[in-house]
């Protein structure tokens, strides 16, 4: 409303804001992303996406892995609907955009393997197909439950495909009891029974503790009863003599007490590493040799 008076003149300007308008993106592939205004969208399992976009001239960059990356720029009007259709190139394998990029391809005839790369977060599935790295060199670890473990060192070089064949082995049932011999509970966290192995470890561990103490006091105590015994044989009165006699006496009871409790703990742990013995071989879940 305004207001015109007499022999007046009456001046106002009216700046208009311009409508939004409408972008309809449609991409081939599907699934493709986009940025425009910093903003991050997704063209989806349609390939189609219709977003709203401001006056002006914008820059829309879109990529998807596996495909060489795009720019397009858009002019919209107030209240304009504008369509844009966006193809992108298939990029050729062991070919990146990025030029510090190499690949790493892993076969393996084994089933279920995973390998674990230095400096990636997540161990990756077997095989593995182009798999994109940096340049460099990246220890390996190839792995399954009840296989042997592959161990090696890649060389990853800048637009180049390093590849890298693998058979794993079967874990031995002999060598699982072989490491239980040396140690109670090493076979069984070889053939990836970690739990029991640790608490035949444990028991293995408190056992021979328990033995080795016993050991150290029956060699302080017994060394020392000869002294008992001379005093003993030196005493010369009957009250020396019985006072004597009683220390001898208590202390070849003290060393025949620990000479009982040294052989129950030996029995313990021969048991103990025998019964890990038997189940390194017979229960550990490995397949013959």
Same mark, same amino acid.
Request: aromatic share 10%.
């Given at each position: 409303?305004? !207001?015109?008076?007499? #022999?007046?003149?009456?001046?106002?300007?009216?700046?208009?804001?311009?409508?939004?308008?409408?972008? #309809?993106?449609?991409?081939?592939?599907?699934?493709?992303?986009?940025?425009?205004?910093?903003?991050?969208?997704?063209? &989806?399992?349609? &390939?189609?996406?219709?977003? !709203? %976009?401001?006056? &002006?001239?914008?820059? %829309? +960059?879109?990529?998807?892995?596996?495909?060489?990356?795009? &720019?397009?720029?858009?002019?919209?009007?107030?209240?304009?609907?504008?369509?844009?259709?966006?193809?992108?190139?298939?990029?050729?394998?062991?070919?990146?955009?990025?030029?510090?990029?190499?690949?790493?391809?892993?076969?393996?005839? +084994?089933?279920?393997?995973?390998?674990?790369?230095?400096?990636?977060?997540?161990?990756?599935?077997?095989?593995?197909?182009?798999?994109?790295?940096? $340049?460099?060199?990246?220890?390996?670890?190839? $792995?399954?439950?009840?296989?042997?473990?592959?161990?090696?060192?890649?060389?990853?070089?800048?637009?180049?495909? !390093?590849?890298? +064949?693998?058979?794993?082995?079967?874990?031995?049932?002999?060598?699982?009891?072989? $490491?239980?011999?040396? $140690?109670?509970?090493?076979? #069984?966290?070889?053939?990836?029974?970690?739990?029991?192995?640790?608490?035949?470890?444990?028991?293995?561990?408190?056992?021979?503790?328990?033995?080795?103490?016993?050991? +150290?006091?029956?060699?302080? %105590?017994?060394?020392?009863?000869?002294?008992?015994?001379?005093?003993? #044989?030196?005493?010369?009165?009957?009250?020396?003599?019985?006072?004597?006699?009683?220390?001898?006496?208590?202390?070849?009871?003290?060393?025949?007490?620990?000479?009982?409790?040294?052989?129950?703990?030996?029995?313990?742990?021969?048991? !103990?590493?025998?019964?890990?013995?038997?189940?390194?071989?017979?229960?550990?879940?490995?397949?013959?040799?």
């Amino acid at each position: 409303r305004v !207001t015109v008076e007499y #022999q007046a003149e009456t001046t106002r300007k009216y700046d208009l804001k311009p409508l939004d308008g409408s972008l #309809q993106v449609r991409t081939s592939p599907t699934n493709v992303n986009f940025t425009l205004d910093g903003k991050n969208y997704k063209s &989806g399992e349609s &390939g189609l996406k219709i977003v !709203t %976009i401001s006056v &002006g001239r914008h820059i %829309i +960059n879109f990529s998807k892995k596996g495909y060489e990356s795009l &720019g397009e720029t858009v002019n919209i009007g107030p209240n304009e609907n504008k369509f844009l259709e966006v193809n992108l190139k298939k990029r050729p394998i062991d070919v990146s955009s990025n030029p510090d990029i190499g690949f790493l391809n892993i076969t393996t005839l +084994n089933k279920h393997v995973k390998v674990k790369i230095k400096g990636v977060k997540d161990p990756q599935d077997l095989p593995l197909e182009y798999y994109e790295l940096k $340049y460099g060199k990246y220890p390996l670890a190839m $792995y399954r439950k009840g296989w042997e473990t592959k161990k090696e060192t890649v060389k990853i070089e800048k637009q180049k495909m !390093t590849r890298v +064949n693998l058979i794993l082995m079967p874990k031995s049932k002999r060598k699982s009891a072989l $490491y239980s011999a040396l $140690y109670p509970g090493a076979g #069984q966290i070889y053939a990836d029974n970690t739990i029991k192995g640790l608490a035949f470890m444990a028991a293995g561990t408190g056992i021979a503790s328990l033995l080795l103490g016993k050991s +150290n006091e029956y060699n302080d %105590i017994n060394g020392s009863l000869d002294s008992y015994r001379i005093e003993y #044989q030196n005493a010369t009165t009957m009250e020396d003599i019985d006072a004597k006699w009683q220390q001898y006496e208590s202390k070849v009871n003290e060393v025949n007490d620990i000479q009982k409790e040294m052989l129950s703990y030996g029995i313990a742990l021969g048991v !103990t590493w025998v019964a890990n013995l038997i189940d390194a071989y017979f229960y550990n879940g490995l397949a013959g040799d």
